[in-house]
């Protein structure tokens, strides 16, 4: 997949670190960013003093437009002096159709950014994750705090367990994975199954995979009984990795929201970029 449009999506306290993070993912592919600012709207008042506070909410909810106006300005200077071709929107959304609109805009973007500026505002953050994954056919990449990310990597970890997930995440990244240096695929406590991981866990994805040109290893890695993402996370910690490419939500968004999940998991603390697509 050729990446000519990035939407990057911040909220109303974005840094101006998070916006030329931004524009360094979009200048190593040379796309066009498209900046979405987004604040969550004042839930209205209820119960029996709705009538007297409403004007305190409407005035909330104006100042919150206003700062977004005033987030354009700032934002649109930041980016100017970037070198790279862009654009700023703003979206006042409702809470409870957030994530239907980000995804309804992500749908008109290659990818969708998630940087560490998303991470100071969770329910955004869980908007925006939601809404791309769910609602615009496109992958999300994940940019850790503090981890650079770029669309040329070098050496990439394919987190592999032969769902359709995985699959949609390594033919959405396959363009990257052609161009790396090395690609491994990891598997963690594989077992061999028939209709699942084949007789020899790996090997049907890494002939496909080299089959388009692709420099691959599998990597069967046992978990000791630690976690999947830690197992993940550390064997991309061990090989110097530019990038995860991984599924998400394997299981409802509603268990991984209560028992948790590798995809929650990882969101909260992957050790380097990680590209998710549904």
Not at 103 to 111: C, I, K, P, Q, T
Not at 183 to 188: I, K, N, S
Request: aromatic share 6%; proline share 4%; hydrophobic share 45%.
């Amino acid at each position: 997949m050729t990446y000519k449009t990035i939407l990057a999506v911040v909220g109303v306290d974005h840094s101006v670190e998070h916006l030329r993070a931004a524009a360094q993912v979009c200048a190593s592919a040379n796309a066009h960013l498209c900046l979405l600012i987004v604040k969550l709207a004042a839930a209205p008042p209820i119960g029996d003093f709705a009538a007297a506070i409403s004007i305190d909410w409407l005035n909330e909810r104006q100042r919150d437009v206003d700062k977004l106006e005033s987030c354009v300005a700032r934002a649109t200077d930041v980016l100017a002096k970037e070198g790279i071709s862009f654009s700023v929107e703003t979206k006042y959304a409702e809470a409870a159709w957030a994530d239907d609109e980000i995804g309804e805009r992500a749908r008109y973007a290659d990818l969708t950014l998630v940087g560490d500026g998303l991470m100071l505002d969770p329910e955004l953050l869980s908007r925006t994750v939601d809404g791309a994954l769910f609602s615009s056919a496109h992958p999300v990449l994940i940019i850790p705090k503090g981890k650079p990310a770029r669309l040329d990597p070098k050496t990439v970890v394919l987190a592999w367990n032969s769902t359709l997930e995985a699959a949609r995440a390594a033919r959405e990244a396959l363009d990257m994975l052609i161009g790396a240096e090395i690609v491994y695929v990891t598997m963690v406590d594989p077992r061999s199954a028939y209709g699942r991981n084949g007789e020899e866990p790996g090997a049907d994805i890494a002939g496909h995979l080299a089959r388009h040109g692709v420099s691959v290893t599998v990597e069967r890695l046992p978990s000791g009984g630690r976690r999947v993402d830690d197992v993940i996370n550390r064997f991309a910690s061990d090989v110097a990795a530019d990038l995860i490419v991984m599924g998400a939500y394997g299981h409802s968004r509603m268990r991984e929201r209560v028992f948790g999940g590798v995809t929650r998991s990882m969101l909260e603390s992957a050790s380097v970029p990680v590209l998710m697509a549904h």
